[in-house]
């Protein structure tokens, strides 16, 4: 199968980088940006792409690729940091910036081998440092608004760089310049589905797994209803086990609709645990996020322990997760070493979830895809189109929407409100688009919910002051999570939800609608 190898520095977006070119229909493998070369003489791969990085090229921190990289003889693409890469690790000279370029940047290219036209397009810049002096052999084949360097093109090997990132949805052209490196100049074909992926992802877990039984920890959420599936697909109901925890801190009829599905789903040993109060025990006078965060992680895994010595599964047993990409990116567990931590994950920060890692008895067979590759493999799978369309739901719950301290009281009243919010995002449709299918604001928006904020507010409930909380709607459109814009919903709808509210919801005092995009916000408050 032909493959693009794709050198992991640490960015972000790495791992965007292999989506969107299995979006078009071809493999991607990521590695560490360090690793052996030895791997480009598989005879499968057709190029080499040279990822992003938050370190710089002229720092200890800045990791190096094997220098036979340089001679292999396969085409390059150097994004960002992998720009500078190549052109530093060649004899040219790398510099900072005297100020960060970041955001929108309008480039202008020259016609050349990855730009059969000369084009003007607006570029994802997002970086430190500049090219100040080519490497031998390099031309500048683009320019930015600011004057940098955006485009180098070697005139006798096949390398390529750029200072920019292509693979991020807000860049224009970035699906075309792409497809030009991975089909123009490296010539591969189109081999690789979604099908191929959960081939080859069952085969590896029946090898790796054998007879052993299989504990997955399930939220109900979309990627661990999807990961049951898989596993339940390949390896069959008498072989695994599904523990779903009731934290306190779920939705509101989260337990019986992830009941109700995974039965549907063939599930055999279902187990569900009752233990709000030892969650909301645990929470008691914590309310820093990221203290929070590993609360719950440690608490998942040591209940999970407890149970299943109840259960009397033998020790030989494997735990699987529902774990994304994205978890891993933004704990800093990339495929590389380099990647900066942005937010703790309770099922990949946990010093307990790392232990059971180190002992190789952890499952994530999502570990590689985004939210949506997920939902194509769901309907795969056979996941009901409602559960697949499910928006994301944060592995702590409530927890991490109730910023400040997490109590019992908040959680009903956040439960209640959240149930408002999502149940009349599924009954409206926008402006013109009355009677489509798939056409209400639950189904146009990537994430939608409600957080309680750790502040009271003063205002009147007929005539009687009303000092209550203020609760923030959030509701987001991305493609993949890593970025998000803030759903324009027409002033009328906000008005009216933010009414039904506050009046059905004791408590509540005050609505207000969060129009952070991702970044500088992240898509969860915590």
């Known amino acids: ?37 030895e791997l480009a ?12 990085s938050p370190e710089s090229v002229y720092t200890p921190e800045g990791a190096a690729p094997d220098r036979r990289i340089y001679e292999c003889g396969l085409p390059l693409l150097g994004i960002c940091y992998g720009l500078q890469r190549m052109n530093y ?23 050349n081998a990855l730009f059969p036209e000369a084009c003007r397009f607006t570029a994802w810049m997002s970086h430190g440092d500049t090219v100040t002096s080519l490497a031998p052999g390099f031309e500048q084949e683009g320019t930015s608004d600011t004057g940098y360097p955006a485009v180098l093109v070697h005139r006798e090997k096949p390398w390529f760089g750029l200072q920019f990132h292509p693979e991020a949805t807000h860049c224009e052209r970035g699906t075309e310049i792409l497809s030009s490196f991975v089909f123009g100049i490296c010539g591969c074909k189109k081999d690789w589905t979604m099908e191929a992926y959960m081939s080859g992802v069952r085969s590896s877990l029946s ?17 661990s209803t999807v990961a049951a599936a898989l596993l339940l697909r390949t390896l069959g109901p008498e072989q695994v086990h599904l523990m ?23 599930a055999r040993y279902l187990h569900v645990i009752m233990c709000g109060d030892e969650f909301l025990s645990a929470l008691k006078g914590k309310s820093d996020p990221e203290e ?27 735990l699987a997760q529902g774990t994304l990409y994205t978890d891993l990116v933004e704990s800093g567990r990339g495929v590389g070493k380099k990647a900066h931590v942005i937010k703790s994950h309770h099922n990949v920060g946990s010093p307990l979830v790392a232990a059971k890692r180190g002992e190789g008895r952890i499952i994530e067979p999502l570990d590689r895809l985004y939210k949506d590759e997920v939902r194509a493999l769901g309907r795969i799978l056979g996941v009901s189109p409602e559960v697949v369309g499910r928006h994301p739901f944060p592995g702590p719950g409530l927890a991490v929407r109730i910023p400040g301290e997490v109590t019992k009281e908040k959680c009903d009243i956040l439960r209640e409100a959240d149930a408002i919010f999502i149940e009349e995002l599924k009954k409206r449709r926008a402006p013109g688009e009355e009677g489509k299918e798939g056409a209400s604001f639950y189904d146009r928006i990537w994430q939608a919910f ?11 409930a007929g005539d009687v002051r009303k000092y209550g909380w203020v609760l923030a709607l959030r509701a987001v459109t991305s493609a993949d999570g890593m970025t998000a814009d803030v759903y324009p919903f027409p002033p009328k709808d906000l008005i009216e939800i933010s009414t039904r509210i506050t009046n059905a919801v004791p408590g509540i005092g005050r609505v207000t609608y969060d129009i952070s995009s991702k970044p500088p916000a992240t898509i969860e408050w915590e």
């Open 1 to 37: 199968m032909d493959t693009i190898l794709i050198l992991d520095f640490g960015s972000q977006t790495t791992q965007l980088i292999g989506r969107r070119i299995r979006d078009l229909g071809v493999y991607a493998e990521i590695v560490p940006g360090d690793a052996d070369m």
């Open 41 to 52: 003489g598989n005879g499968d791969i057709r190029g080499i792409i040279l990822s992003g």
């Open 89 to 111: 690790d060649t004899g040219g000279k790398v510099e900072p910036l005297p100020r960060r370029e970041y955001g929108g940047v309008g480039v202008t290219v020259k016609a």
């Open 207 to 223: 090898a790796k797994v054998g007879s052993s039984p299989v504990l997955l920890l399930i939220s109900g959420g979309v990627d």
């Open 244 to 266: 779903y925890m009731d934290t306190g801190l779920m939705r509101k009829d989260e337990t019986a609709q992830v009941k109700q599905t995974l039965e549907t789903l063939g």
């Open 292 to 318: 929070k965060r590993k609360t719950i992680g440690d608490l998942f895994i040591s209940i999970q322990e407890r149970e299943v010595t109840r259960l009397g599964l033998p020790q030989r047993y494997f």
């Open 450 to 460: 409600a957080v309680l904020l750790p502040i009271r507010s003063v205002g009147v």
